[in-house]
């Protein structure tokens, strides 16, 4: 591919580098102009990072489709990840609120479960009535999720504060040693519970796949953009933390609004991928995406952001609220009902965007 239409092909997180560059020119006039000056540019840089993310996900997409499943979906939540750990950790040395991990971590699962999968299952569902998957995953999923959270984000309630660098270091391993072994799990022997055998289609029956189409160079391209766009995202995520700090305050915006905006940046990509899958009737896929993602958010940033708490000997608050803990234990019984069967439909997506919804009247209301 030319240099030309590289550029035109990458026009998004060339874009996302300008206004890197802009954003650094006029930051200092930005935050004299005053809260509103500084609201609308932390929305404008909020659309131009979902949109250098949502890049960062077509290339990892490219990947995925090369190494196939379950190392595809597994590329496409890390990639995802990634951008969240960032974006958190830089915001984390813009404010001074101790539940931002905690929030943005359970903003994190209620978008990805509630809201990917739950909209995805009754699209999809409206569509082509019951999907399959491999029910296999979704209860590795379910026992991972629940077992990571409530070592992470329950217990912590009951530790004292004197003994809480002792705790935060047992989660850091904890979490590292379910991430390995789950890890060894979806890329080794047992990688067929994360896959389906889907019926075969015309295209695939005339021998052209998407990872016999897939080339070296472009992945190796896709390497290099994934790693840049990322890069461009924090930077982008410096200046989107100061102008949001600026522009919210005083304001009596929701304590969680912070929380929520990082995790809605790093389920967009998501939310267009699993959405894609479920109106093709590939429901596997969207089950790795969604509940992938859960975990991958829980298993990775909570031994991420242990380890900051631990280095600066400030700890964070990561005990879920009473109201938290309520909708994150009936989000998980409700997947372990509707995610039982190996089928999916309308009525089970349903029941999940409801409790999505809920969950964004419960933010609304500052609870």
């Known amino acids: 591919m030319g240099l030309l239409p590289l550029l035109k092909q990458e026009r998004s997180l060339i874009a996302a580098l300008a206004a890197a560059f802009i954003a650094y020119a006029v930051e200092h006039s930005i935050l004299e102009g005053g809260r509103t000056a500084s609201a609308v540019a932390a929305v404008v840089l909020i659309a131009v990072i979902i949109l250098a993310s949502t890049r960062v996900a077509h290339h990892a997409e ?57 909209l995805a299952a009754l699209l999809g569902g409206l569509r082509h009535g019951e999907q399959p998957y491999n029910d296999d995953s979704s209860r590795t999923y379910s026992v991972m999720i629940l077992t990571a959270m409530s070592i992470s984000m329950v217990v912590p309630e009951f530790i004292p504060t004197s003994k809480w660098h002792y705790y935060s270091a047992f989660t850091i391993g904890a979490m590292i040693a379910l991430y390995a072994l789950f890890l060894r799990m979806q890329v080794g022997t047992h990688s067929y519970f994360f896959s389906y055998s ?24 896709s390497i290099v953009i994934i790693l840049f766009g990322v890069l461009i995202i924090g930077f982008l995520a410096e200046f989107m933390s100061a102008f949001m700090n600026v522009g919210l305050d005083g304001t009596g915006a929701p304590p969680a609004l912070m929380a929520v905006v990082v995790a ?31 975990l991958s958010t829980v298993i990775l940033t909570v031994p991420v952001m242990e380890a ?17 803990t309520v909708m994150v234990a009936v989000t998980l019984v409700a997947v372990a009902i509707n995610l039982n069967d190996g089928q999916t439909n309308a009525i089970e997506g349903m029941t999940h965007f409801v409790l999505f919804a809920t969950f964004v009247m419960l933010t609304v209301l500052g609870l």
Do not use: C, W
């Open 198 to 221: 889907y019926p075969r289609t015309k295209t695939a029956a005339g021998g052209h796949t998407p990872q016999k189409e897939a080339k070296e160079e472009e992945a190796v391209a």
């Open 264 to 294: 809605a940046i790093s389920a967009a990509p998501e939310i267009l991928t699993a959405l894609r899958a479920a109106l093709r009737n590939r429901m596997q896929s969207v089950v790795n995406i969604a509940m992938g993602a859960s």
């Open 62 to 118: 490219v990947l995925a489709h090369k190494v196939g499943d379950p190392y595809g979906t597994m590329i496409l939540t890390l990639s995802a990840v990634a951008v969240e750990v960032l974006i958190l950790a830089i915001m984390m040395g813009n404010t001074t609120s101790p539940t931002l991990v905690r929030d943005t971590i359970y903003a994190a699962v209620m978008l990805d479960i509630n809201g990917i999968l739950g």
């Open 308 to 324: 900051i708490a631990l280095y600066s000997g400030q700890p964070f608050i990561m005990a879920m609220t009473p109201v938290q």
